[in-house]
């Protein structure tokens, strides 16, 4: 079995700036977040979103605040 990439799956739509399969509803936060990351390529891109950190397209990201970081 081989893995397809999301942009396989997902459809196409007219002048979309990126899409994202999302495990929990986005907020305004999240969406204004989202806009600076993604670029307006028209690709999905798959978020998912736990409490202490998010995977974006495989990747893993921790929510840490800088006071935190060592």
Partial sequence: MTVRDINDVMPKIDN???GALMNRAPTT???RDM????????RWHTVFEEDDFIIID???????KPQAWT
Avoid at 36 to 42: K, L, R, S, V
Avoid at 58 to 64: L, S
């Fill in 16 to 18: 979309m700036r990126w």
């Fill in 29 to 31: 936060k999240t969406i």
């Fill in 35 to 42: 806009n600076t990351i993604f670029p307006d390529n028209g």
């Fill in 58 to 64: 495989g990747k893993e990201v921790r929510k840490k």
